[in-house]
Structures are given as structure tokens and as C-alpha cells.
């Protein structure tokens, strides 16, 4: 005689939630298929938010800016090879900007695809990501999802944070074991990112250096921000009285209108510092690698980094710092008494003063022109006058000349509310970064995008709409790539290559979803809109009609194209 006894089960598909969840991951951004559809719909019925995309690069965008704001990693969620090939460029993206974010994309069968006999999507795909990746785990067994995510949460989070790709084969998703079992199986990750305690010699040997200083400058960079240590990043340069220069999206860590902020004198303090001290800011192009004319005088460098190899990367690194960014402010603050560390010679501090005076004169004058159509300049005084009132808005910011003038326009207040194009200066994370910060942030955001870097996100506009985002997109339209002069040279009837649809009206596109669409010629009209739609709190998008020979060829890097360049 048998007995009929039924066992518990549970299932692939439910020990990924589960494990998700148990590490406190409450949100997933993707774009369903086959095989993880399934996944998809059973996160949201478990609770878990889920926000599908119209393009998996895009929503691995919004995953590592997710990661960037929360120190979680974000999730991203995509189908096999061509899915997993396209959410692979925001992980690449995210590892390079030392954003956490875990890219989990369904894969095919391993036999067939090993054997390489011809499968649906077929893709090596763990191998495609492992160096695009900080780290890159394929799951087998059900038993082991608990340990891969585990892994996987605590690769990308701790030490320098980076991306992560998890493999998940559709097979494992069906897989069944015991309940039970499964329910033992998985891991509660305990302190992800541990602290990192600087050696104590390390911090005497920085605050020496410090001691030594004349013209000491501080160089806050997104590490800092994404630390998290606001306050002790605030006493430091507060009670030093050290000038201090924030990269891009560091801006608001202290207020852009600070008095020790240096940035409208910062090929001033760049030339001129003696000591620099890099907090969470590395030596790359973005800092022309620390050496030649932008960096004039010799210097000497403290370096705050917890990614130990990061030092003498690009020049000798006089002081290292080696730990996480709140322990080694924290140690240097402890030490600032006991170094005997005053304020800096009022020399150094007047001659900063004076060259932020002039810089400022100069750039209100360019602010204060109202030309016919408006340029840069006049919309972003627009722009940065109604974020004024608004200083806890998430600010998305990408393109050439939109991207360079933004920055030094706009002001920021609060800690990690700019995103940007980041370390590698790239196109596309628009919309992804938008509907990532207002997800997980429940605050407005507003996209200050140039017309051609909105291109690679803009269907992004319906998943906006759909999940009723308070997101604002503002088209700086002059209706091309850098500029929308150019012509085809040979008289033809073909476009040249960096030019768009003239008078494109870029707000009807998000009227088709149901959002608010805005033309906008003027600085009023402009102003009035941005009023308008931040109070709806509501998708909106405004057409920034700006004139089409306003802008430079690649923003400020024209010196990175190859022709420009060998012209010098
Ligand atoms: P920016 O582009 O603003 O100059 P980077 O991305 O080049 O900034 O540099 C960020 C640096 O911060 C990286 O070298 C990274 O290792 C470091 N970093 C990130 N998080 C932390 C942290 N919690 N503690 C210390 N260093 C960190």
C-alpha cells in the first residue's frame, strides 16, 4: 500500500524573489520575455515593485543609478543574448562609474549552447560579461540561488562597487526542490559593505602633507557622494577652511553657492594648489590625469580611495588613504587638533576670491542676454532660476554643449540629486537615470537633455507615462548633433551627418502617452512650463527651441576628435 504524501515544493523562479527579498531588494527594473516573464510577474505578485522598460539599456541604467542613490545594488532584469547584450552596455557603464547594480538575465540551455548546436538566443553569455563586469556568476542548481545572490549582492557593493552578472538558465527557473530545503538554502548577507578603517600611519602621513600646505584645495568627486558621509565631509572642509572643487555629480554634497566652493575659479586652483586632496575622485580624463598645463604648479596629492590600486594610476601619489570614504574623513577629523592644521594663508583664499569674482561678472553678462532664439545660456538661466526653489529636485543632465553649460549653469544643494554622463561622458543614460531616481527616490526629477543624447532613450517617454512618473523633460532642440547647421558638402539630397529633422516638436511625442506637452521659444515660456509642469507633478516634456547655430563641436572636448587635434 502507498501513501499519498505531498511534499512541499518551491521552484527557481520563487528563490530568486525570495532571496531578493530577504536582502531587503525591493525593486526590479526590466523588460520581460523569454524565459523570465514569469519572474517578472511573480516579483510583482510577491510585493516587489517591478518597472518594465521599452529597452533593457535603459533600464540598466536605471538600476545602477538606483544603486548610486540607495548603496543597494539595483536590479535589472532582461531575456537572453540580444536582452542580455543590450542591458550589458548599462553594466559596463555602471561598473566604470563604480555604481552597484546586478544585471540577472535568463540564458538558454548550457548543453545545447556549449555544444553550440543552434539554440533560441543562443549566447555564451557569462563569458560575454565577465569583463564588462566586476564579477559575473552563472546559477545551476536551485539549491545554490541563495549563495549566486548572495555573491552576487556582495560583489557588487562592497570594496569599490561595481556590476555584476548573474546567469540565470531557464532551466534553473523550473527547477523544483523541497521548500524547506530551498528556504535553508538562502543567505542573509550580513554587513555587504563592511567599513574600511585607514591605517593610522596612512592618516598621519595625509594630515603631515596637509600641515605643510600653502595653497591647500580639497577635489570632492561622486565616491564622495555616494558615501554617504555628507556630514564629516562637510566638517572637514569646513573646519580646515581648505577651498574645495566638486566634480560634476558631487555637486551638492555642500551647496554649489558655498563660500569655500572654488568652482567658478577652477582652472585657477587646478594651476595654482599645492596640495590637493582627492576625496573619491579619480585621476582620469575628467581630471586630464592629473598632470600637464590644467594642473600647472607641482603638487603633491592625498588620495581617499577604498580601491587600493587606484593609486599612482596616472601620477605619484604622495598620500595614500586607503579605506572607506567615511572612516578616512572621519580619521583625518579626529587628527586635525592633534596635526596642529590651521585654516589656509588669507593670500591663497583672497586670490581664489578674486578670480571667482571675475569668472561670475563674466558669465552673468553672457546669463543677462536675451537673444532671439534663445541660446544656451538664456534657457539655463531659465532653468537654473525655477530649480532654485526646488532644491531637493533630481537632476538628469546629458548631451554636448547641453551637458558642459548645465553643469557650471545650474546649482546643485543637496547630496546626490545630479546624474550625469559620468566617467565615461557617455550619450543614452537619459531616461534610464530619470525614471531610476524618481523610483527610488519618490521625488521630481527634470531631464536636461540635448535633443541628440535624448534620441537613445526617448521611447522611454511611454514607460514615464505609464507608471505616472513626475519627470520633466527638457529638449535643448537646435535641431542636431552639436549644432544643426551643418550641409551635405556634395549638394545632395541627403542630410549631413550631424543634422536632424528641422523643427522636430519633440512634445508631441509625449502627448501621444497621455503627458503634458511644451513648446517653448522663450526664457518666459520656458520658465512658465518648468513652473507649471514640476508643480503638476506629472510626465511632461518641453520642447526647448534653441538657436540652431548655438553650440561647439563636442561640447568642450573638441579636442578629443582626432581632426581637431592634429590640427594643433
Ligand atoms: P568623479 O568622476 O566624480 O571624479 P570617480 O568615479 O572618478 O569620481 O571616482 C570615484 C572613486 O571613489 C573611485 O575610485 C572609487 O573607488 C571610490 N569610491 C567609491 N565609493 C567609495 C567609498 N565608499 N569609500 C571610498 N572610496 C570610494
Known amino acids: 500500500m502507498t501513501h499519498n504524501v505531498s511534499v512541499e515544493v518551491t521552484d527557481g523562479f520563487h528563490l530568486v524573489i525570495d532571496a531578493l527579498k530577504q536582502n531587503g531588494i525591493d525593486t526590479i527594473f526590466g523588460l520581460v520575455g523569454i524565459p523570465i516573464t514569469d519572474l517578472a510577474r511573480l516579483a510583482q505578485a510577491e510585493g516587489m515593485r517591478f518597472i518594465g522598460f521599452r529597452h533593457e539599456q535603459n533600464a540598466g541604467n536605471a538600476a545602477a543609478i538606483a544603486g548610486y542613490i540607495t548603496q543597494k545594488p539595483g536590479i535589472c532584469l532582461t531575456v537572453s543574448a540580444p536582452g542580455f547584450l543590450n542591458g550589458l552596455t548599462a553594466l559596463a557603464n555602471a561598473t566604470t562609474n563604480c555604481f552597484p547594480m546586478i544585471l540577472i538575465s535568463g540564458s538558454s540551455e548550457r548543453e545545447i549552447v556549449d555544444l ?236 581664489i576670491a578674486e578670480k571667482k569674482e571675475t569668472n561670475v561678472a563674466k558669465m552673468a553678462a553672457l546669463l543677462d542676454k536675451n537673444p532671439a532664439p534663445m541660446n544656451f545660456h538664456s534657457a539655463l538661466r531659465a532653468i537654473r532660476d525655477v530649480l532654485k526653489q526646488h532644491p531637493d529636485i533630481n537632476l538628469v543632465n546629458e548631451g554636448a554643449n547641453t551637458l558642459d553649460y548645465a553643469r557650471s549653469i545650474i546649482d546643485q544643494y543637496q547630496p546626490r540629486k545630479r546624474f550625469d554622463s559620468g566617467t565615461w561622458g557617455i550619450m543614452g543614460i537619459g531616461m534610464g537615470y530619470a525614471i531610476g531616481a524618481a523610483v527610488v527616490s519618490g521625488k521630481p526629477v527634470v531631464a536636461v537633455e540635448g535633443d541628440s543624447a535624448f534620441g537613445f532613450s526617448g521611447m522611454e517617454l511611454e514607460t514615464i507615462c505609464r507608471y505616472d512618473l513626475p519627470v520633466t523633460t527638457i529638449i535643448f532642440n537646435n535641431n542636431g548633433v552639436y549644432k544643426g547647421t551643418d550641409v551635405n558638402p556634395t549638394g545632395g539630397a541627403e542630410p549631413a551627418p550631424t543634422v536632424f529633422v528641422k523643427n522636430a516638436r519633440y512634445d508631441k511625442m509625449i502627448e501621444a502617452f497621455g503627458g503634458i506637452g511644451y513648446n517653448a521659444t522663450t526664457p518666459e515660456e520656458l520658465t512658465r512650463a518648468l513652473s507649471e509642469a514640476i508643480a503638476a507633478g506629472k510626465p511632461a516634456l518641453i520642447n526647448a527651441v534653441i538657436d540652431e547655430t548655438a553650440g561647439t563641436e563636442s561640447g568642450r572636448l573638441t579636442n578629443l576628435n582626432p581632426q581637431s587635434a592634429a590640427k594643433k
Open 116 to 351: 553550440q548546436q543552434g539554440d533560441y538566443e543562443e549566447m555564451d553569455q557569462l563569458n560575454i560579461a565577465r569583463p564588462h563586469a566586476k564579477a559575473a556568476f552563472r546559477v545551476l542548481k536551485a539549491e545554490d540561488i541563495g549563495i549566486g545572490i548572495a555573491r552576487a549582492i556582495r560583489a557588487a557593493v562592497s570594496g569599490r562597487p561595481g556590476g555584476v552578472y548573474l546567469d540565470l538558465p531557464a532551466a534553473l527557473l523550473a527547477q523544483t526542490i523541497e521548500a524547506n530545503h530551498g528556504k535553508r538554502s538562502l543567505v542573509q548577507v550580513v554587513d555587504p559593505a563592511p567599513r574600511q578603517l585607514p591605517a593610522p600611519e596612512s592618516v598621519d602621513r595625509a594630515l603631515a602633507l596637509l600641515k605643510g600646505a600653502k595653497k591647500p584645495l580639497i577635489l570632492l568627486g561622486k565616491g564622495a557622494a555616494y558615501a554617504q558621509a555628507d556630514d564629516d565631509i562637510r566638517a572637514l572642509v569646513e573646519r580646515t577652511g581648505i577651498p574645495y572643487l566638486p566634480m560634476s555629480m558631487a555637486k551638492g554634497l555642500l551647496p554649489d553657492t558655498h563660500a569655500q566652493c572654488a568652482s567658478a575659479a577652477r582652472s585657477f586652483v587646478l594651476a595654482e594648489a599645492d596640495v590637493v586632496v582627492l576625496v573619491g575622485a579619480r585621476l582620469n580624463w575628467l581630471l586630464a590625469h592629473g598632470k600637464g598645463k590644467t594642473w600647472g604648479k607641482p603638487k603633491q596629492f592625498v588620495q581617499i580611495d577604498i580601491a587600493p590600486t587606484e593609486i599612482d594610476s596616472n601620477v605619484a601619489i604622495a598620500a595614500p588613504l586607503i579605506g572607506d570614504i567615511g572612516s578616512c574623513v572621519g580619521a583625518l577629523l579626529a587628527g586635525l587638533d592633534r596635526a596642529g592644521i590651521d585654516k589656509p594663508e588669507g593670500e591663497w583664499l583672497a586670490a
